[in-house]
């Protein structure tokens, strides 16, 4: 646990003994909420706000505001919606939004400023040139961001790049700017536009190593490398629910650790896990597993501040439109109630698995390996947290290089 997380957790105790007056809880107080619980560990938990219009339901506001301290919007900030002709800002929706957050206290995540899906017709009509394709780009960013600028803590910049590129009729920035060079040219925007926000290149199926995970990490090294204005990388986590144990928290915190050796923070920002319909008990218990081992890897990793789901509430998910056959996939049903994976969220919370130690840094061949591939680099320098950096530890002069991080006990 880093030193940043533990300050956070400090002040999140004092907070509690502040609001109770230093009292013990009354036996009778309810269970605290996910947004309490995340907040002890220094992480915010949040969730995306389908429309403006399902704020008007009180359940559905009332559910959002006490369970959650941050908030992202479905669709209403993407170019079709927020943007819908080239001199026409459309900020009804999304400021209905960013006003519902701010009033309950949430923070706020915007998405996203450059996508090959969701974009107005106008803008992949054309003919435009290259030149005027970078103008676009940098005014939609500069007017965008900048008209919640100071508002809003983090941007997804730019989504699914890859998928864009082997798309070129449906993504302007790829094919007439140029891969990877339109990234440069949203981030540069989007910090000249607001310093302040966190910028996040973001992406799904990226949550356990492999092939995507890599064409990833060698993206986001490339704009590090060119000083390119990027902070961290979201996960979308659209995951499928199966049994989960270490092993898949284990590819994440992977992933997570791969990316803070470069300097970048990540996200989970779209999480849901899909049932094959009818749900049953015991998917939904598979489908726990799988919220469990997400934030227990967003806990262990020092770079992960943000826990994000696409939506709370069975009510309303993309998945029974775009994926016939299943849903289910959010940790409160349609009444409202909480499922198992909201249990498994407030249980992982509440009892966090600890960092690996190490000792085991010491004894494992893949830890060792990974330190002297420089893999871990600074994230895990004093997990124990009695001073002595596990880099100092003795490593062995000729060991490969690992794909995974050691294992925790968690
Ligand atoms: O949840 C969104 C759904 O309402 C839209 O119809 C869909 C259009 O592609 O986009 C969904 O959100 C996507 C997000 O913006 C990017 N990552 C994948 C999400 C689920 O498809």
Redesign the pocket.
Known sequence: MGAGRAVLLVLGLAVDIVALGGAPRPATAAPPTLRELAAARGIRIGA?I?SAATLGDPTYAQVLSSEFDIAVS??QM?WGLIHPAPATYDYVDPDAQVAFAQAHGMAFRG??LA?H??NPAWLLAGPFTRDERIQQLRDHIHTVVGHYAGQLSEWDVV??AFDGLADPAHDPWSSQIGFPDYLDVAFTAAHEADPSAKLFY?D?LIEAPGPRFDQVLALVAGLKARGVPIHGVGF?A?QGARPCDASCANDALTNMLRLHALGLEVAIT?LDVAVQLPATPAKLDEQASVYRALLQACLLAPNCHTFVM?GFTDTYS?IP??RPGYGAALPFDEQYQPKPAYAAMADTLANPPGPPSCAAYRTQPEAQAAFASGILGAPLLDPDGNGVACESLPVPTTVPVPSVVPAFTG
Do not use: G
Request: glycine share 0%; aromatic share 20%.
């Open positions: 995306a389908s479905e669709n993407k998405h996203n996508w899906n969701q989504n699914e973001n799904y979308q659209h779209e696409w993309w439109a775009l």
